[in-house]
């Protein structure tokens, strides 16, 4: 096991939600990540706008809550709930809200410049491809996968994964390390409620096990990880992944699964 995934500071970030207006909260520069950063973009009456240039990086924005106008080189979109975008390098980058709203911003660098792209939920959750529910009787959870096979894009693939109460979520164990690094990002959780994250390669001495809340953001560089909510409570989470190669690594659903439960599906192949 390599080190950056036992440093507890370089891979567990708490209540990164906490800042108003646009906050990085990982890079490279300050986590276990190789290539990805991700950040919040929250914005209210007090703060109603946000710009930034995307430089080297392909940018990706999922908002969690509100809505918001992005304008992307002078071409304009209305973002709402789940909706995401896919902003290519070198662009400039505007964020207002009339109201308020709360985006993730997601960031990798690549040497191309892929095509933007505005996803809006409706055309995710009418693609039985990329909306899906998957597991069984104790591991049920809702995919959405925003910016994935239906995106070209170099490194980052994302979504959000919903549990019922008291379910595990990324079951059976997998993992993907050869391919992509990955990060977790827990919002929409009540104060009250927790999940437990687990990161490990070694089944008999887990290098991770973490409660996580609303806010929590745990990366995984590798290393299978199943996370599972509290009873009465189900657990959100937004997932990213950023590839090792462009393009060539970017493949979604392409997990090995803990030898100890590989008899079963990943349960993530209608995402492939």
Not at 56 to 77: P, S, Y
Not at 145 to 171: D, F, H, I, Q, Y
Request: hydrophobic share 40%; glycine share 8%; proline share 7%.
């Amino acid at each position: 096991m390599t080190g950056t995934i036992l440093n507890r500071d370089q891979v567990v970030f708490r209540r990164t939600n906490a800042h108003k207006g646009r906050h990085i909260s990982v890079t490279p520069a300050n986590s276990a990540t190789r290539h990805l950063s991700y950040g919040r973009i929250r914005l209210d009456a007090e703060v109603p706008e946000a710009s930034f240039d995307a430089g080297g990086e392909e940018v990706g924005l999922v908002c969690f809550k509100g809505t918001a106008t992005v304008t992307v080189d002078g071409q304009a979109f209305t973002v709402g709930r789940y909706d995401a975008m896919y902003i290519p390098r070198d662009s400039r980058v505007v964020v207002k809200t009339a109201s308020e709203v709360d985006l993730a911003e997601l960031r990798a660098p690549v040497a191309q410049r892929y095509p933007l792209r505005h996803v809006p939920y409706t055309d995710v959750t009418a693609d039985p491809g990329l909306h899906f529910k998957t597991g069984g009787p104790s591991s049920s959870r809702t995919l959405n996968m925003l910016l994935a096979k239906n995106v070209e894009a170099g490194r980052l693939m994302a979504g959000v994964t919903w549990s019922e109460p008291g379910n595990w979520t990324s079951w059976p164990p997998h993992e993907h390390a050869d391919l992509a690094e990955e990060l977790y990002v827990y919002y929409d959780m009540a104060p009250e409620a927790f999940g437990i994250q687990l990161v490990y390669t070694d089944r008999l001495e887990p290098e991770r096990i973490e409660m996580v809340r609303d806010g929590d953001v745990v990366i995984m560089p590798k290393g299978f990880h199943p996370n599972v909510a509290i009873p009465g409570h189900p657990i959100s989470f937004l997932w990213v992944m950023a590839a090792d190669r462009e393009r060539e690594d970017r493949k979604f659903g392409a997990v090995n699964v803990h030898p100890d439960f590989a008899q079963a599906p990943s349960g993530l192949e209608k995402g492939r």
